[in-house]
């Protein structure tokens, strides 16, 4: 009987803490868009240029990338910057993987520019502006891996052939959870499009 009621404590006690998880993701500051075209398949957004700080991997992999670029892009929002300022971490992590390499961005909150951003310490960290562009979206859920990125992004690909929307570059994995949420997860795979309003 002890068992079962310390049993029933600590799953009551993980269930809050997975809630508590979760329902601090939706405050989260996220990457600003706006929605252009949504259906039951898949999301058209227009993206503005925001600022980015940016790592380079030889990586070719999600696992890999994750591993090598988090941790450096985690230590110079965590006060890693020449000002020792801690900077909120924002939505989504973005990711490019090829077979020629990698890289993973963390978007920085909107009252950060190139000017005022805090310097990193780490000198392979990139900050720049993004360039303005329209992609296509698809989300799914669950932990990411390389089986189900390649699945969305091909299945992405083939709804953009089927509607003749013109691809205009490589996709990008875009992460929205911390690793140790659990439930409420979501991911999404955007491509950038070729798109007249």
């Known amino acids: 009987m002890k068992a079962l009621y310390i049993a029933l404590s600590l799953g009551a006690i993980y269930f809050i803490f997975q809630s508590f998880i979760a329902g601090n993701s939706f ?9 252009v075209l949504k259906d039951d398949v898949l999301e058209i957004r227009y993206y503005p240029s925001a600022t980015m700080a940016t790592v380079y991997s030889s990586a070719t992999n999600y696992k890999s990338v994750s591993s090598s670029g988090f941790g450096k892009l985690a230590r110079f929002i965590f006060g890693g910057n020449n000002e020792n300022e801690s900077i909120a971490m924002t939505a989504p992590v973005r990711m490019n993987m090829s077979e020629k390499g990698a890289e993973m961005s963390f978007v920085m909150p909107t009252k950060y520019n190139e000017s005022n951003l805090p310097k990193p310490n780490d000198e392979s960290i990139h900050i720049h502006q993004s360039a303005p562009q329209y992609v296509a979206v698809v989300s799914f859920g669950g932990y990411a891996n390389d089986e189900k990125i390649k699945t969305y992004k091909e299945k992405l690909l083939q709804i953009l052939s089927e509607r003749k929307i013109k691809v205009t570059g490589d996709y990008t994995f875009l992460g929205y959870n911390a690793p140790y949420q ?6 999404e795979i955007a491509i950038p499009i070729e798109w007249k309003e």
């Open 27 to 35: 405050k989260t500051e996220k990457q600003k868009y706006r929605t």
């Open 182 to 187: 659990m439930i409420a997860r979501t991911n």
